[in-house]
């Protein structure tokens, strides 16, 4: 069977690996995407759909804050029509927790806008009493799977203009076999029989990350966290969070009338074994009770669960080159990278940093423009 050529194929279409698809594209690279089911699938399409500020983060994780309110800044200007619904509140009753991230918050340029009490009251009769301080973030919706879709549209369009002929999106396939030759050439094989010889791999399959390198006879030490969300008919227009340290059940987002409360945060096994918690209606609803009591008597519509990789920086197989803080790359064995972590906010700067390494390796002095290029509207 002939080969196809690529410069790199993607394994994964979440927000990582659509993220990595478009600006490889973007920087004239041959790259094809492989992704088992459908895009944002994974983790993505389970997510909170929360286009994050920073402002979660400015007292427990400042770099991951200035990250996340960077690239929303940047979302907000390259994909303005996958943005909806309005800009979070957030309600504090602790003074000390509420100075403390409000001080870090200005230092970190993430906005936190203080708002009058009685006009967040008057607007959101339902919220709890008792709330000290109410602040403006720049949290919002941002349509996941739409993301995912137009990266890699914006990522077909160039490949079709600079490599005529090059299918590079492979849905509903996966990996069978991915062998290493002589002078840094692997040779992937996919279920539907399609065969490709490539330089490099990214691995973006999230919590699955160790099924793509088990392949290679390699692995990294990967721990397994599950967050689950609940769906009820929502008591305000407006995306509510708990200022407060992080932790779970302070989030009550609002899409379309609908409110989802999360997350829990539980450990597991293996990705294969996330399902909700038994007890994760009644947690929900208890920790978001402080932000709207209304919320544990309204009905369950349903739940559905995401699962964090967590990757402790260490390797099953040597030493493999770690880059970030809450996200990783690591590149082991060499031309094979694995993105895991972060947010799906900051997928595209985590995409910026996989490429600059893959650019440098090949010898591709193009830069990144994925920050400046506007994403197309999505069917
Ligand atoms: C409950 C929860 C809520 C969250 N809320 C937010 C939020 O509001 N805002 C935010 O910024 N971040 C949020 N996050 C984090 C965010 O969801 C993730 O960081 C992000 O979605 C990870 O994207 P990914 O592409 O790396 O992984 P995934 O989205 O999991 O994508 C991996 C893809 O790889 C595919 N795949 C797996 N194995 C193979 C294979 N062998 N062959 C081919 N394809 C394969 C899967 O089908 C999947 O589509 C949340 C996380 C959780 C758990």
């Given at each position: 069977m002939s080969k196809i050529i690529y410069d790199a194929i993607v394994v994964g279409g979440g927000a990582t690996g659509t993220a990595v698809f478009r600006d490889l594209a973007l920087r004239g690279f041959k790259v094809g995407l492989i992704e088992?089911?459908?895009?944002?699938?994974g983790c993505t399409g389970n997510s909170h759909g929360n286009l994050v500020g920073g402002l979660r983060y400015v007292v427990k994780d400042p770099s991951v804050a200035r990250e996340c309110a960077s690239e929303n800044r940047i979302l907000r200007e390259?994909?303005?029509?996958?943005i909806s619904g309005q800009d979070n509140y957030w309600l504090g009753r602790d003074d000390n927790y509420i100075r403390k991230a409000l001080a870090a918050a200005k230092e970190l340029d993430v906005v936190a806008e203080l708002l009058n009490l009685e006009e967040v009251y008057r607007e959101i009769p339902e919220l709890a009493l008792g709330f000290q301080v109410a602040v403006r973030s720049a949290d919002i919706n941002i349509d996941t799977t739409g993301m995912c879709r137009a990266c890699l549209n914006q990522g077909l369009e160039k490949l079709s203009k600079n490599?005529?002929?090059?299918?590079g999106y492979y849905p509903n396939d996966t990996i069978a076999t991915l062998d290493r030759r002589e002078g840094g050439e692997f040779v992937v094989r996919t279920q539907r029989n399609w065969a490709f010889s490539t330089r490099t791999i990214v691995n973006?399959?999230?919590?699955?990350?160790n099924s793509v390198l088990e392949l290679l006879n390699s692995g990294i030490n990967l721990k397994y966290n599950q967050g689950t969300i609940l769906v009820q008919?929502?008591?305000?227009q407006r995306g509510l969070q708990l200022l407060?340290?992080?932790?779970?059940?302070q989030a009550y987002i609002v899409h379309n009338g609908k409110a989802w409360l999360g997350t829990t945060s539980t450990s597991i096994?293996?990705?294969?074994?996330a399902r909700p918690e038994d007890d994760a209606g009644e947690v929900l609803r208890g920790l978001l009770g402080k932000l709207l009591?209304?919320?544990?008597v309204r009905r369950t519509e349903k739940m559905f669960t995401g699962v964090r990789p967590l990757y402790d920086?260490?390797?099953?197989?040597g030493d493999g080159r770690e880059v970030s803080r809450d996200f990783q790359i690591v590149e082991m064995p060499s031309g094979v990278y694995t993105v895991v972590g972060g947010k799906m906010t900051t997928a595209r700067l985590m995409a910026e940093k996989t490429v600059d390494s893959i650019a440098q390796r090949l010898g591709n002095t193009e830069p990144c423009i994925t920050d400046k290029v506007k994403l197309p509207e999505v069917k």
């Open positions: 088992r089911g459908d895009l944002g699938s390259i994909a303005p029509h996958l490599h005529f002929g090059l299918k973006a399959t999230g919590a699955w990350a008919e929502s008591l305000s407060e340290k992080p932790g779970d059940g096994s293996h990705p294969s074994e009591p209304g919320v544990e920086g260490s390797t099953e197989f």
